[in-house]
């Protein structure tokens, strides 16, 4: 409480001077949050050693994906780097409506998160992408956990995927397991991949993983905005979540509406950065595959990648 009116009084003083051309930034430091998948943790180092290259203080936090929005709207976190539609979607537009935080741009990534297989999958199940087809060839995902239902092997709870709702609303013949971490998924693929067992679970793009493992989401029907609220958006009329996720999902950087009069220099920063469905991937590689920390990960990202960001802090 008490921090937070705190950054309210500085905000309102930083506030004066904004029509000045010589606004500084605030020493404070702007906090950034970091979540359990790599790209997104390497993003928010990558930016938060950008500030700090023009001379910014800047402070991680572990934060629970959902809760973050409300964090950065409250400005108790300052901004978000990765808020993916499929998942974040519902939490950011219900902040946004709360007031305290908005849209500062759109990535140029081309985002999808859902229910996916490996290819190896599809030659057990050739119906496939299509769900019906997956619903037909249940038993193949069956495990000793799910008895004659077949397993879908969900992502960390907190990323809301509403999966089980899915089932539910569909009738599909599928139990939802949920994984602790997303190295929990990719344990799980490259253990299937050893004797080419089916398997489908939660995946996402951009992500490393579709340079390893070639694969495809699951077909079902199509988004349609509301189809999470409104029964009768969507094939069936009285269900909700009748339908995949958003297959050509937006990527946008949120912020704390404060950021904008506290660091006015990194938030016009902020404004120009824009990654695409390569360096996002890449990201999540330097991690995922070559085992560097996020940390280490994001300097050798920038160190590489000079001409596509320093442009941004002028
Ligand atoms: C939010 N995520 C990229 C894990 O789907």
């Not at 991680?60 to 539609?85: C, H, I, K, N, P």
């Not at 087809?133 to 879908?152: I, Q, S, V």
Request: aromatic share 10%.
């Amino acid at each position: 409480m008490h921090r937070r009116s705190g950054l309210l009084i500085s905000a309102a003083v930083c506030a004066v001077s904004v029509g000045s051309a010589f606004a500084e930034d605030s020493s404070d430091p702007i906090i950034i949050p970091i979540h359990n998948w790599s790209s997104q943790i390497v993003m928010s180092n990558a930016v938060g050693q950008i500030f700090e290259s023009m001379g910014n203080s800047v402070e991680f936090v572990s934060t629970d994906s959902q809760a973050v929005y409300e964090s950065v709207r409250l400005g108790d976190a300052t901004l978000e780097m990765e808020v993916w539609e499929g998942a974040f979607g519902a939490s950011f537009r219900a902040a946004v409506e709360k007031g305290g935080i908005h849209e500062v741009a759109t990535h140029d990534a081309i985002t999808r998160e859902d229910w996916w297989y490996p290819t190896w999958t599809k030659e057990a199940c050739p119906g496939l992408p299509d769900w019906k087809a997956l619903n037909e060839c249940a038993a193949l995902f069956a495990t000793p956990e799910t008895g004659d239902k077949g397993r879908f092997l969900g992502g960390p709870v907190d990323w809301l995927k509403h999966d089980q709702e899915k089932v539910d609303a569909l009738g599909i013949n599928f139990t939802v397991v949920n994984a602790g971490s997303a190295a929990a998924l990719w344990a799980e693929i490259a253990a299937a991949e050893k004797d080419k067992t089916p398997i489908v679970l939660f995946n996402w793009t951009p992500n490393f993983a579709e340079a390893v493992w070639p694969g495809e989401f699951v077909e079902f029907p199509a988004w349609e905005e509301g189809c999470d609220k409104d029964p009768a958006v969507g094939p069936l009329p009285d269900k909700i979540y009748d339908c995949g996720n958003p297959a050509k999902g937006y990527m946008k950087i949120a912020a704390w509406d404060g950021m904008k009069d506290k660091w006015p220099k990194a938030y016009a920063t902020l404004q120009k950065v824009n990654f695409t469905n390569a360096q996002i991937a890449e990201m999540a590689k330097l991690v995922d595959i070559d085992g560097m920390e996020p940390e280490d990960a994001a300097s050798a990202w920038l160190e590489a990648n000079e001409a596509v960001w320093k442009t941004w802090t002028e």
